[in-house]
């Protein structure tokens, strides 16, 4: 599945992995970091956050059922266009959410939820082209 005989194929696996699954997890966790640090009692960003785990958890599901369906042992299970009737809700209910009145102190969340928000969503239209 990763490589095989050409080097050229594992390279581009990894940056495809890198793109669709280690990028969003790590902004993903910086916004959960931020949000930890900060224990602002925000219902708009504890919102904000929840949407932004509940979507990157079903990107890490969507990527074990892809990696398990390359391999044959699955066929598809779900639809990805209901997938992105999901996630796609998700990724804008966090982003609406840094437009709410703000705190100088919660202006770092607010970027970091904004970032992970956007990227995910292209994420999520991104995979949803690709099928």
Known sequence: MFGGKNPN????????????????????????????????????????????????????????FTVAEAAGRLSRVVSPFLILGINLPLCLIALFTTVAPKARETNPLRRAIATAGIYLAFVWLETMLMY
């Open 9 to 64: 194929h594992l390279i581009y696996n990894l940056a495809f992995v890198a793109i669709y699954w280690v990028v969003p997890f790590l902004l993903v966790f910086t916004a959960y970091r931020r949000f930890q640090r900060l224990g602002t009692g925000e219902i708009s960003l504890r919102v904000g956050v929840i949407a932004l785990l509940a979507s990157e958890f079903l990107l890490l599901v969507v990527g074990a």
